[in-house]
């Protein structure tokens, strides 16, 4: 498009060089060892890229000279830009094959050549085709000016404030950079720690077979525990809380232990044992708790037509190995129907469900255990209801949650088993609630499709 004359950047020679002046006097003129910055001029009209150069003669930016590109169309300005990347600065015009060639030009340069360092100084001598505030808000440019108000001190700012931002993005590209590489390394090191900790765990276990002493005993539980909390990554957190207690209660009746060895007390020392073996009693029942979840979590489903029926029977026998009879006799179930399950990982939610029922029933006086099935339109909801305390309900929530435990001390458990049966049945596509019952008691359900 043409220049239009005015008083500003291309005035003819009086306010060129004037502002000139004021430009060199703001900038030194030593001879800079660095390359220059590369700007591209980018107008249909060879008068204003004339004029530019003209406007800032030995000009020096941040220490280092301005070498203008000339592109005389958007097509000629894409090319060299894609050719080119050490242009740092483009001045664009708007008007030149087209009425929006350079807004167009902008989109290509942002969008197709991800040139996001590039600084765009939008100058334009019609400026109803580029309203100011439209244009800085729809299209990514850094500076916006009339061609009427661009003098040769303007020009100078404009184009030492986009040098300035281009190399501080290119600091940052080459700050994040190193930090992906050293993040890297970081990512490389830690792996060579865990197989070199996972050697130190195989050569520790080899050493701790050839003794028959209490210490292969509590060294054989620590390795047990340190892997499952390594394939449990996740839940370190809430792990460590409660491990700490119970490996507290073992460096402390050690230490007790050490000191009546020394006195020759054997019959405390006795004692001593029998509560370090309860503490790791304690510890191998955690961490078998999470090494099921971590199984149930993990693999395919292996999933056929099963009665429930079947799945459930199964499920009391295990329990039956280690309850009475008639605390197995409290258990009653109705009719329930065949689905497409993995059938060992639903045995093992009957198995955590039916379990969780009978402890909370050990005190009732005619305990009751009902398994009862509902058809609806989603499929079926399986229910275990049993006549114990029940529990809170305003915290029903935190019961599947891993160490969500809402009763007492007089219950054992890790507060795991519940997690493992909502896992399992939501890799079934069901879902896992608990209730209170208005009778009292306590009724957990769940969801299972039909197909």
Same mark, same amino acid.
Request: net charge negative; with cysteine; proline share 1%.
């Given at each position: 498009m043409p220049w239009q004359h005015n008083p500003g950047l291309m005035d003819a020679h009086s306010t060129t060089c004037d502002d000139s002046s004021a430009a060199r006097q703001t900038a030194p003129?030593? =001879?800079p060892a660095a390359p220059p910055w590369r700007?591209?001029?980018?107008?249909?009209?060879a008068d204003v890229h004339r004029a530019t150069e003209l406007a800032l003669p030995g000009a020096l930016i941040e220490g280092r000279p301005l070498a203008f590109v000339h592109a005389y169309s958007a097509a000629q300005a894409r090319q060299l830009l894609a050719d080119d990347p050490s242009i740092c600065v483009m001045l664009l015009d708007v008007v030149m094959e087209t009425p929006h060639a350079g807004l167009d030009l902008v989109r290509a340069v942002r969008q197709e050549l991800r040139r996001e360092e590039l600084r765009i100084i939008l100058r334009t001598g019609q400026p109803g085709y580029a309203p100011e505030l439209e244009t800085v808000r729809d299209y990514q440019i850094?500076?916006?000016?009339t061609k009427a108000e661009l003098t040769s001190i303007r020009l100078y700012t404009s184009l030492t404030t986009a040098i300035r931002c281009h190399r501080m993005i290119l600091a940052l590209r080459a700050e994040r950079d190193?930090?992906?590489?050293?993040?890297?390394?970081?990512?490389?090191?830690?792996?060579?720690e865990q197989r070199s900790h996972a050697q130190l765990l195989d050569?520790?276990? =080899?050493?701790?077979?050839?003794?028959?002493?209490?210490?292969?005993?509590?060294?054989?539980?620590? %390795?047990?525990?340190?892997e499952a909390v390594g =394939?449990?990554?996740?839940?370190?957190?809430?792990?460590?809380h409660d491990l700490r207690g119970p490996l507290s209660g073992i460096a402390g009746l050690s230490g007790m232990i050490n000191e009546d060895l020394a006195r020759g007390d054997t019959t405390r020392v006795q004692r001593w044992m029998t509560m370090v073996q309860a503490q790791m009693n304690r510890l191998v029942r955690l961490v078998d708790d999470l090494l099921n979840l971590t199984r149930v979590s993990q693999g395919g489903l292996l999933c056929s037509v099963q009665p429930l029926d079947v799945v459930l029977r199964e499920a009391i026998e295990v329990l039956a190995l280690s309850q009475p009879a008639e605390r197995i006799g409290a258990i009653h179930a109705a009719a329930l129907p065949r689905l497409h399950i993995d059938a060992g990982l639903m045995r093992q939610v009957f198995v955590n469900l039916l379990g969780n029922a009978l402890k909370f029933t050990q005190d009732v006086a005619a305990p009751q255990v009902l398994v009862e099935a509902e058809r609806g339109a989603d499929g079926w909801t399986i229910s275990v209801r049993d006549n114990g305390p029940g529990f809170d309900s305003? %915290?029903? =929530?935190?019961?599947?949650?891993?160490?969500?435990?809402l009763h007492g001390p007089q219950y054992q458990g890790s507060g795991i088993g519940l997690t493992i049966v909502r896992r399992i049945v939501e890799r079934h596509g069901g879902r896992v609630w608990a209730e209170n019952r208005p009778a009292g008691g306590a009724a957990f359900c769940f969801t299972l499709p039909e197909d």
């Open positions: 003129r030593e =001879a700007a591209l001029i980018v107008d249909d009209d850094d500076d916006y000016c190193e930090l992906q590489h050293a993040h890297a390394a970081l990512l490389a090191l830690r792996a060579a050569a520790e276990r =080899a050493l701790r077979e050839a003794h028959e002493t209490m210490e292969q005993c509590v060294a054989q539980r620590t %390795r047990e525990l340190s =394939a449990l990554e996740s839940f370190n957190r809430m792990v460590s305003a %915290r029903a =929530a935190k019961l599947f949650t891993p160490f969500g435990q």
